[in-house]
């Protein structure tokens, strides 16, 4: 199955119970999650992270932390944490060291641009690091989503879980990294509704937004 960009996101939509029978091979998930990593990030530094939970063991030990999303837990083939990685901006020797590697960039390119970021960031607040981490967390797990429908498979976003608890039940070091969401993954049992959308015009102005705060009409 493969879908044109415009039909998979006119097809993905929210399922909230799945086939449980249908499991995801690693080799085939770990391709999923490759190209997802294929997301844009701020200056390269890819700070998303993922972990599976797919066993029956890993899904009880989070049952009783995601609210009112049992069913999608237990029906689905996985629940993908998407992380993102405190640390991440510790990464740029490793990441342009790479590109380097591979012919991307001049090796006087990467000191030049390593030295203006390191000096940069150091003087960045931590709550600028976090929140550009969790930005291109998002980017990354919104093509996942769309990457899962190209491959067959169904998706949800989850947002409502216990996020402490979950780190602590998955063994996650709460200090490094920041759940982000949850992708519930899997083959859906039933056609998802339909949703209405905003009017183009409500969402939309062009070089300026309102005195009184409207955007759009």
């Given at each position: 199955?493969?879908?044109?960009?415009?039909?998979?996101?006119?097809?993905?939509?929210?399922?909230?119970?799945?086939?449980?029978?249908?499991?995801?091979?690693h080799?085939?998930?770990?391709?999923?999650?490759?190209?997802?990593?294929?997301?844009?990030?701020?200056?390269?530094?890819?700070?998303?992270?993922?972990?599976?939970?797919?066993?029956?063991?890993?899904?009880?030990?989070?049952?009783?932390?995601?609210?009112?999303?049992t069913?999608?837990?237990?029906?689905s083939?996985?629940?993908?944490?998407?992380?993102?990685?405190?640390?991440?901006?510790?990464?740029?020797?490793?990441?342009?060291?790479?590109?380097?590697?591979?012919?991307?960039?001049?090796?006087?390119?990467?000191?030049?641009?390593?030295?203006?970021?390191?000096?940069?960031?150091?003087?960045?607040?931590?709550?600028?690091?976090?929140m550009?981490?969790?930005?291109?967390?998002?980017?990354?797990?919104?093509?996942?989503?769309?990457?899962?429908?190209?491959?067959?498979?169904?998706?949800?976003?989850?947002?409502?879980?216990?996020?402490?608890?979950?780190?602590?039940?998955?063994?996650?070091?709460?200090?490094?990294?920041?759940?982000?969401?949850?992708?519930?993954?899997?083959?859906?049992?039933?056609?998802?509704?339909?949703?209405?959308?905003?009017?183009?015009?409500?969402?939309?102005?062009?070089?300026?937004?309102?005195?009184?705060?409207?955007?759009?009409?």
């Open positions: 199955m493969s879908l044109s960009l415009k039909e998979a996101i006119a097809m993905r939509k929210s399922v909230k119970e799945f086939d449980p029978n249908v499991k995801i091979p080799e085939e998930m770990l391709e999923m999650i490759k190209l997802a990593a294929e997301a844009p990030s701020s200056v390269n530094l890819q700070p998303w992270r993922f972990v599976v939970v797919e066993s029956d063991e890993a899904k009880a030990s989070i049952k009783d932390l995601v609210r009112f999303n069913r999608q837990l237990e029906t083939a996985a629940f993908i944490l998407v992380l993102s990685d405190n640390q991440h901006i510790h990464d740029m020797e490793k990441v342009y060291g790479k590109s380097v590697e591979l012919g991307y960039m001049p090796q006087e390119v990467m000191t030049t641009n390593v030295a203006a970021l390191k000096d940069a960031l150091s003087q960045a607040p931590e709550s600028y690091i976090r550009q981490g969790m930005m291109d967390a998002n980017l990354a797990a919104m093509q996942l989503m769309l990457i899962a429908k190209d491959h067959g498979y169904d998706t949800n976003p989850i947002g409502g879980f216990e996020r402490d608890e979950v780190m602590d039940a998955l063994r996650i070091n709460k200090e490094r990294y920041i759940p982000v969401m949850f992708i519930a993954i899997g083959k859906g049992t039933k056609a998802p509704h339909d949703s209405s959308r905003h009017e183009i015009e409500e969402i939309v102005a062009f070089n300026s937004g309102d005195a009184e705060g409207k955007i759009g009409k």
